[in-house]
């Protein structure tokens, strides 16, 4: 049994052309550089196709690059154990990416209801709320990256939650808008 939430029509994969990462365990550790190093090979994989236009280059390099690495620092974060894979495709005018992981049943089930309070409602409304909560120290901060994302960048998000005993499959899509880099 799988768990969606988001947007259905975002879960049904990358696209064509997809490029692929795996992000092993190893002697190296899965740490918090790698996030950026990964996140800044994407976007610089995007913006390419703009660099006739430094602002445009920059632009899509900047939103990219923020998409991709918040969604890998929270795979980092709260996985279990075993590689991380992202997946990252362009069309005409949008960037789509999938990054998937395992998180164990505790961590499912909070991010969970984070995701039922989240997609709810007006990303714009609740960032200002979760952002007055932190300040006034009632809050726990958790969603400030996503909600950043949704109401900031326009990006879309779904979120696949699979079934398992110890470990459940978590599958993180998301797309942002980029350019037509013909225009």
């Not at 259905?8 to 992000?23: C, H, K, P, S």
């Not at 495709?89 to 039922?116: C, G, M, P, W």
């Not at 989240?118 to 709320?129: F, Q």
């Amino acid at each position: 049994m799988t768990t969606l939430y988001g947007l259905e029509d975002l879960a049904i994969g990358t696209g064509e052309n997809v490029t692929r990462l795996r992000l092993f365990e190893g002697p190296l550790d899965l740490g918090w550089k790698h996030c950026a190093m990964t996140s800044d090979f994407v976007a610089e994989l995007v913006a390419l196709r703009y660099r006739s236009s430094r602002n445009l280059y920059k632009d899509v390099r900047h939103n990219v690059g923020y998409l991709t690495n918040e969604l890998i620092e929270n795979a980092v974060k709260f996985r279990t154990s075993g590689e991380i894979v992202v997946e990252a495709s362009i069309s005409t005018s949008s960037f789509r990416t999938k990054v998937s992981n395992y998180v164990d049943r505790d961590t499912a089930e909070q991010f969970q209801h984070l995701l039922s309070e989240i997609t709810a409602g007006d990303p714009g409304d609740l960032l200002i709320k979760r952002i007055e909560a932190n300040a006034t120290g009632a809050g726990s901060g958790s969603g400030l990256g996503l909600l950043t994302l949704m109401s900031d960048y326009g990006a879309h998000f779904a979120w696949v939650f699979g079934s398992g005993e110890q470990e459940i499959p978590l599958e993180t899509y998301a797309s942002i808008a980029v350019p037509d880099p013909s225009n």
